[in-house]
């Protein structure tokens, strides 16, 4: 998704620093070298696993910019997460502040300049790549538009294409990042908190699955989607409708089930639809169901008990795989045309195919075991949107063993990592222009 560069230049200027004070200048003879990256893969992975850098001289270190782990809750900004592979076209009324797609230096050389926001050496810029879209930067408060190290950008009218946004330095281009421009689309689902009619039941309030849907929608922010609550009223199998604060809950229902349907779930019966996944679907919707427990069974050679699982799912309009050769590559694999590194290739990313039961037709089905407090939306908002992930066909992140989407980079970074557990948070570019061919995806 990103391009960076470093160049040799000449100059004698002083150097401001974040403070005000100013580096000695460097002797008119003496070649400078600079570097900008902005890492689509947010969090940045540990520089082992980034693109090579050049070789720099000796003493002299580089500063990277976004470092540590980030945790979300039911207030995160919808655009906390940087970098990512969708610019959305906000809607009337929508406040850029917190809506606009945010892209973020990640890295520079050497660390005596010392960037900051709203830096005036950093001029930000978008050219358009494919199709007809149209983007506006907007000024973080207090700022100046496309200046410095972070920068807002939007799309404005309806039409959708690609965008290349470049960050030149005191003038010369060192990096440019690509990123999709589109309206939001919709993902419709209905939750159902399964209790057992006698017994332990999932701790999960209304309440709290508002929360991690919540957590969820600023995960699939990047990649222009939303989870929308079904508002549909019809209900079956006895579900019966929540409410909080005296105000009922649209797509939130509560069902008093069997112990079994709810504990100790044998989620390997039945080729694995088990009935409690559907119970209470429409046809289409995404069902999310919460269930109190699952047993621990051998599967593929080992013990497992997953926290959750998407036991059915419609295929892909894009097919079995799908393609991105655009430079630099998405989540910058290898070669990934971000210098010094080769030339980008075409990247392959496998899909997986339909997985529904005969009957009842069109299940989309989620269920999801009572794992962790209910109150930490950021663990829930996390398994959620890695299983609804697989309910757009999105296989899981690898390029070994089955099941894995033959995209190598980045692993534990990446929403669609094998264990939904881990702490990745990003989907990608090409992850991005899958999931628009999913049928469960509604448009604008």
């Known amino acids: 998704m990103v391009a960076s560069a470093a160049t040799d230049r000449r100059r004698c200027s ?9 580096a000695a200048p460097p002797s008119p003879e003496t070649p400078v070298r600079y570097r900008l990256e902005i890492c689509p893969v947010y969090t940045t992975p540990s520089d ?13 270190r580089g500063h990277n910019v976004t470092i540590g782990a980030v945790f979300l809750n ?21 406040s850029p502040a917190d809506r606009a797609a945010r892209f973020s230096v990640t890295y520079y050389y050497p660390d005596t300049l010392r960037l900051r926001d709203n830096d005036p050496r950093l001029v930000w810029s978008s050219s358009v790549s494919q199709g007809s879209p149209q983007v506006r930067f907007v000024a973080p408060s207090g700022g100046t538009a496309a200046l410095g190290l972070t920068a807002l950008i939007h799309g404005t009218g309806t039409q959708e294409g690609e965008v290349k946004l470049d960050l030149r330095f005191e003038g010369s281009l060192l990096a440019s990042c690509r990123a999709l421009v589109r309206r939001m689309r919709r993902i419709p689902v209905r939750v159902n908190i399964l209790n057992a009619t006698r017994g332990r039941s999932p701790r999960t309030s209304p309440r709290q699955v508002l929360n991690h849907l919540a957590v969820a929608n600023v995960i699939f922010r990047q990649i222009g989607l939303e989870l929308v ?3 549909n009223a019809t209900r079956t199998d006895g579900a019966t409708a929540t409410q909080d604060r005296g105000r009922t809950i649209d797509g939130v229902f509560r069902i008093r089930v069997s112990p079994g349907l709810t504990r100790n779930v ?33 599967h593929r050679g080992a013990r497992h008990r997953p926290i959750g699982i998407c036991t059915d799912h419609p295929a892909n309009r894009a097919g079995n795989s799908i393609t991105d050769s655009g430079t630099p590559s998405t989540s910058w694999v290898s070669p990934s045309g971000v210098l010094p590194d080769a030339a980008a290739g075409t990247v392959r990313m496998n899909l997986a195919p339909a997985r529904q039961r005969p009957t009842p037709a069109n299940v989309v089905a989620i269920w999801i075991r009572d794992f962790i ?7 829930w908002g996390r398994v959620i949107s890695h299983e609804v992930g697989h309910a757009l066909g999105l296989r899981h992140r690898g390029n070994a063993g089955t099941g894995r989407d033959g995209v190598g980079h980045p692993d534990e970074e990446n929403r669609m990592y094998a264990f939904e557990d881990t702490f990745g948070l ?11 061919q999913s049928p469960i995806v509604q448009g604008p």
């Open 14 to 22: 002083p150097v401001a620093n974040i403070r005000g004070a100013t």
């Open 48 to 60: 082992d696993d980034l693109p090579p850098r050049p070789t720099w001289p000796a003493g002299i």
């Open 74 to 94: 039911e207030g995160s900004s919808p655009n906390e997460l940087l970098n990512p592979a969708v610019i959305p076209v906000l809607a009337s009324g929508e």
């Open 229 to 231: 609550r079904d508002t």
């Open 266 to 298: 044998d989620w390997s019966a039945n080729s694995g639809y088990i009935q409690s996944s559907a119970m209470n679907h429409r046809p289409n919707v995404v069902n999310i169901n919460y269930i109190r427990s699952a047993r621990e069974i051998t």
């Open 373 to 379: 407090d209910p109150d930490d939306a950021d663990a």
């Open 426 to 436: 990003d989907f990608d570019l090409i992850q991005a222009m899958a999931v628009i």
